[in-house]
């Protein structure tokens, strides 16, 4: 049953977190939804970090390009799954797919564990499936609340993905040197089953309170989006099993045009776009030197696993408390422009010290800002946008703006690094060269705030009446 309003337990969450009685089952499940999300994705993070290193730093452009070719084909695939798959099974199957992959990592490290290649393969496939799992638990949000409940709930349930992203690389620093890397990935894949549980749940979550009338949105999840493309009268006549496959090939081409069409007929989708891409502009900048510094410093891949994951822990220590209890309300205070606009003014001011200190520490605070100020108000700002939109913009246009858009992004910015570097540009130029980024990045984080302000009528003061009585 929901709590009461007179529940003490609800007046908490009402008051400290403006969270509604009627929600508070859902906005739970969401919460620990991403905690597991994240929490298993995180034990991951500092492994891959560790395998690009053992790689390479200088050779990092290879495996941006792998996980950016990796990416054009995962993202026409989901878009065709989504076509095919009733959402309400097709979520909680994306997670039992990684699962199983990676258990096949797994075995693959355990026979040739000083492989580069293996190292190679594992660096771009988790790098593709973490902008496909986030994209997906976002999309599913969009579709469990509607704008102004995300106002209120985004940070809230962001914070229990920053738990799961503090708990991840903390357990992966402190076991590493007991149980070795390849364990990890096993506790990392139980992560994973968990959260094919808490999303089954959710789906039922929201089928009670659409019956019950409480569910603000008027989608569902027992249908794919949109229904499958008739299949055309001069395939059919193609011999034996050819017809099927050729049936097979076209829809996925087709769900990826669908996704590109959509993003490209809409400005305001195109200006989200615009977000992501300077937003990892930035992101690789600060990542790359990252990598190369510390691969200078820590001479090991089990030291290097540590380093990478220490610095996940400084990130997500900081950003849960700004999440839980400050994010809903800023934004509910000043609008959803100053949440767009507060990561990349905080960066020309992180590029500007990295300038003039091209030292380790000096990196990793400006690294550490860009995390926090991104995890704890750009991203739940940004998620907010996709509220707007229709039902199959917020699965396939998403889809491609958090997978193509964003790891196009990381492949540009490294290959313009390497090509700033042939060139005789320091750290200190590329430094500047951030500053300048951030710079349009601001300007189109203005732009944008502008359009969803004006798509939904929301300026000034966003808070809910009760928080602006208390």
Not at 61 to 84: K, M, Q
Not at 102 to 130: M, Q
Not at 414 to 434: D, E, F, K, R, S
Request: glycine share 8%.
């Amino acid at each position: 049953m929901t709590p009461s309003a007179s529940h003490p337990f609800s007046r908490f969450f009402k008051h400290a977190a403006l969270i509604e009685p009627h929600e508070l089952r859902a906005v739970t499940l969401s919460f620990f939804y991403f905690f597991f999300l994240l929490g298993s994705y995180f034990i991951l993070r500092p492994v891959r970090d560790a395998m690009g290193a053992a790689y390479g730093a200088e050779n990092l452009e290879d495996l941006y390009t792998g996980t950016f070719l990796g990416t054009l084909i995962v993202a026409p695939i989901f878009a065709f799954a989504a076509s095919r798959v009733r959402l309400s099974v097709l979520l909680p199957w994306i997670y039992g797919f990684i699962a199983i992959t990676i258990v096949g990592f797994y075995f693959w490290f355990d026979a040739a564990e000083s492989d580069r290649w293996v190292a190679a393969g594992f660096y771009v496939w988790v790098s593709v499936f973490n902008m496909l799992i986030t994209s997906v638990f976002w999309s599913f949000m969009a579709d469990l609340f509607s704008r102004t409940q995300a106002k209120r709930l985004y940070a809230f349930m962001a914070a229990g993905g920053s738990f799961g992203a503090l708990l991840g690389p903390m357990m992966t620093a402190l076991l590493v040197s007991r149980v070795g890397t390849q364990t990890l990935l096993l506790v990392s894949a139980a992560g994973f089953c968990v959260t094919i549980i808490l999303v089954r749940a959710l789906v039922r979550e929201k089928e009670r309170l659409r019956v019950a009338g409480e569910d603000p949105q008027t989608t569902t999840l027992d249908h794919a989006i949109p229904p499958p493309p008739p299949a055309w009268r001069w395939v059919q006549k193609l011999p034996g099993k050819l017809a099927p496959l050729v049936t097979w090939f076209f829809a996925i081409v087709l769900s990826a045009v669908r996704g590109f069409t959509l993003l490209f007929r809409s400005p305001y989708l195109l200006g989200i776009a615009l977000f992501i891409l300077f937003m990892t502009w930035v992101s690789t900048i600060l990542y790359v030197q990252q990598v190369d510094f510390i691969a200078k410093a820590f001479p090991t891949r089990d030291a290097r696993t540590e380093a990478f994951a220490w610095v996940d822990v400084i990130v997500n220590t900081l950003t849960i408390g700004i999440q839980f209890f400050g994010t809903g309300r800023l934004v509910a205070r000043f609008g959803v422009r100053a949440g767009l606009i507060l990561n990349p003014l905080l960066m020309i001011a992180g590029f500007l010290a990295v300038a003039f200190s091209p030292v380790l520490m000096v990196l990793l605070g400006a690294q550490i800002i860009r995390r926090v100020s991104e995890y704890a108000v750009a991203r739940p700002s940004r998620e907010m946008l996709f509220t707007v939109v229709d039902q199959e913009s917020k699965y396939k246009a998403k889809n491609i703006i958090d997978t193509v858009v964003y790891r196009f992004g990381d492949l540009s910015a490294v290959w313009v690094q390497n090509g700033l570097g042939l060139l005789g540009v320091g750290v200190v130029g590329i430094a500047m060269y951030g500053v300048g980024v951030c710079a349009v990045w601001a300007w189109v984080a203005t732009r944008l705030g502008r359009r969803y302000e004006n798509a939904t009528g929301d300026h000034a003061n966003l808070r809910p009446a009760h928080a602006a009585a208390e």
